[in-house]
């Protein structure tokens, strides 16, 4: 999502979600303000441990705490450019190993 009011428009607390003082670009680390790119969520790691059942979820989730909230990520929105164009090359060559575009559960392991 895009982080900041709308261009022209009054910012909405209920809608806009501003980049926090302090926050840093994902991708080359320097200061991010508004408009910029954020990105939020679970890492994989960690849903699939929530997968794991009730035992993860109600026992050793409220233990471990920190590892069960959301992460967030800002970028400068030219630098999420950047950052995309990195990864689709990065994938391009890891197709031209295998030799089709098709991921199999063994290529992840
Ligand atoms: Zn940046």
Do not use: N
Not at 12 to 22: C, F, I, L, Q, R
Not at 36 to 53: K, N
Not at 82 to 93: A, G, M, P
Request: hydrophobic share 35%; charged share 30%; glycine share 10%.
């Amino acid at each position: 999502m895009l982080t900041g009011p709308r261009r022209g428009e009054p910012p909405d607390p209920d809608v806009d979600w501003p980049t926090p003082e302090g926050a840093a670009c994902f991708y080359c680390g320097k200061a991010c303000r508004d408009p910029s790119i954020m990105w939020a969520g679970l890492t994989g790691e960690e849903v699939a441990q929530d997968d794991l059942g009730p035992v993860v979820r109600d026992v050793l989730a409220p233990r471990l705490g920190p590892i069960y909230e959301s992460r967030e990520i800002y970028l400068h929105p030219r630098c999420a450019r950047s950052l995309c164009i990195r990864l689709l090359r990065d994938v391009w060559e890891w197709e031209c190993r295998v030799g089709d575009g098709d991921i199999e559960e063994s290529d992840l392991l």
